[in-house]
């Protein structure tokens, strides 16, 4: 238990659906991640967030929007996604940006199948 | 920005001392070196993290040379439930460079 969590754990949805997932974290952090690891490559940062504004878009596509309305709750919300979009969503927290050093902690990911 | 190659797998016996080598040629100033742990159907798990020379704690080394392009983590003894994929990540969450390695798959024999 790391102290971040993830729901939910697995996710199917069709190329039309709207979906969400969420992340909260107890560990009193400030800056929040998400991450995507397709299978055979290696972790993808894709957003972060610090004390609720983004910080960092890594040149995601659109149909991901995420959303931060406080320091412990991050959302990634899904929509129109493409099948090449499956993949484990990994949602991570650290206590700020300000130290290089800095450790990331994770939650257990959401794995995601797009139809 | 960064590249950081490692081997996909490697094998080894209970017991013995695994050394993974990750490979960073342009890691920048501000850059530190990272090691995490994953297990299937969980997140990465942090393992240790340095900057230069060698840091030690109570379940791996790292050795970090003076040009700081490579990176090798050391874990002595390991045991069946060492067995995971284990990802290097050279960056800063200061600067939002945050880039990992493609894994290195362990896989520990009795």
């Known amino acids: 238990e790391t102290g971040v969590t993830q729901t939910p754990r697995h996710l199917v949805m069709g190329m039309t659906n709207k979906k969400s997932l969420k992340c909260e974290q107890h560990l009193g952090h400030n800056a929040m991640y998400w991450y995507k690891q397709s299978a055979k490559k290696p972790l993808e940062l894709m957003f972060v967030?610090?004390?609720?504004?983004?910080?960092e878009n890594n040149s995601v596509p659109s149909r991901f929007s995420p959303e931060c309305p406080n320091s412990s709750h991050l959302f990634l919300h899904l929509h129109t996604l493409q099948p090449e979009d499956s993949a484990l969503y990994l949602c991570?927290?650290?206590?700020?940006?300000?130290?290089?050093?800095?450790?990331?902690?994770f939650g257990p990911g959401t794995r995601l199948l797009v139809l | 920005l960064a590249k950081t190659t490692q081997p996909i797998s490697m094998d080894s016996y209970e017991g013995q001392e695994v050394n993974i080598t990750c490979s960073h040629n342009?890691?920048?100033?501000?850059?530190?070196i990272t090691w995490y742990q994953q297990f299937p159907s969980q997140g990465p798990r942090f393992i240790i993290q340095?900057?230069?020379t060698k840091v030690t704690n109570e379940v791996a080394s790292l050795f970090i040379p003076a040009d700081r392009k490579s990176s090798t983590l050391s874990l002595p003894r390991v045991s069946l439930s060492d067995t995971a994929v284990y990802y290097c990540?050279?960056?800063?969450?200061?600067?939002?460079?945050?880039?990992f390695g493609q894994g290195t798959t362990l896989q520990v024999k009795p």
């Open positions: 967030y610090n004390f609720k504004e983004q910080t």
């Open positions: 340095g900057y230069k």
């Open positions: 991570a927290s650290s206590q700020g940006l300000a130290a290089p050093g800095e450790t990331q902690y």
């Open positions: 342009n890691i920048a100033t501000n850059d530190y």
């Open positions: 990540l050279v960056g800063g969450v200061n600067t939002g460079k945050l880039i």
